[in-house]
């Protein structure tokens, strides 16, 4: 008998019992998982509880050319744990509907998988379930991730209060770079190490979990906080939006990494606009209290990942101001970043 290599010599049933059987999906709080229905899961009491959903399609989230179907698959994953570690909350169960053409090599699938069960494992999230249906000629995926958050301890994007200072962790802009190098736009010479942290960054994102999870776990009074998806100016407009806010940016804080001043070179674009206006970043953008900000670097000396003090809430309605070195004031466009249905 021919071995099945592809979507074609493979129907629906089959492809979900390989898929169960590669996953590890024992917990004792999901009595049912893939295979029927619907998932069973239990609940912990004194939690509120999460849900984040994303979907990716192919051409307009990714592009398979360049990233790996282990990569893509891991990606996917950690950009919807990114959402959960924004509520300042623990994910704990995902599942995965995906649309795949029938020329989809079983290969290919397998190592998707592969990508996915890597990261729930890194962050103890189960696969419980999802749908696999035909796509015509794209794929795409969707996950929906399950979290919780102690009751009195979610962090939400309103919030923020004129005066607050804000933070952001790890280097924006650097996942930006790495795809425009991907994507061999970039001519600037550059080291080897330099490109390879930057591709990585893209490709690889880490979810910030656990640098949510002690803030969550501290006192400090955390007043809102999004993760940066979209470019941070314009994520940092979704925390002022609500409550008609605006902020003061600082370009001599803002963190920019070795790697990205060294793409930069040639001032294509100054690494201050690719900080301000990347995207994919996954990292925490959040404003706390001033009074507690000496408390929140002590706090992140436990951590592996840079924290910096990057400005301020004001009381200026949709106005963020970027100071820059010489003292001169820019005003940004919260709007600058990226929008699905913006017509380029």
Known sequence: ????????????????????????????????????????????????????????????HFDLKTISPKQLGGKAMAANISDIAAMGGTPYLAVISLGLPTSTSINFIDKLYLGLQTICNSYRIKLAGGDTVTSPKQLFINICVLGEASKNRVFCREGAKPGDQIFVTGNPGDS??????????????????????????HLEPTPRIKESRLLAKSKLKVTSMIDVSDGLTQDLGHLCTKDKLGANLYE?????????????MQKIHTSTKWVLQGGEDYELLFTIKPEDVKKLKSLFLKADTVISHIGEITRHPNKITLIKRNGNRVSLKPETGFNHFKRK
């Open 1 to 60: 008998m021919k071995k099945a290599t592809d979507l074609n010599h493979l129907n629906e049933f089959k492809l979900i019992e390989r898929i169960r059987s590669r996953l590890n999906t024992n917990s004792p709080r999901v009595k049912k998982g893939i295979g029927d229905d619907c998932a069973i899961f239990s609940t912990l009491p004194n939690k509120i509880q999460l849900i984040s959903t994303d979907a990716l399609i192919e051409s307009i």
């Open 176 to 201: 930006a770079m790495g795809l425009r190098i991907l994507m061999k736009k970039n001519k600037n010479l550059i080291s080897t190490n330099h490109k390879n942290i930057l591709i990585k960054k």
């Open 252 to 264: 001599d804080k803002l963190p920019i990494s070795n790697a990205l001043n060294s793409a930069c």
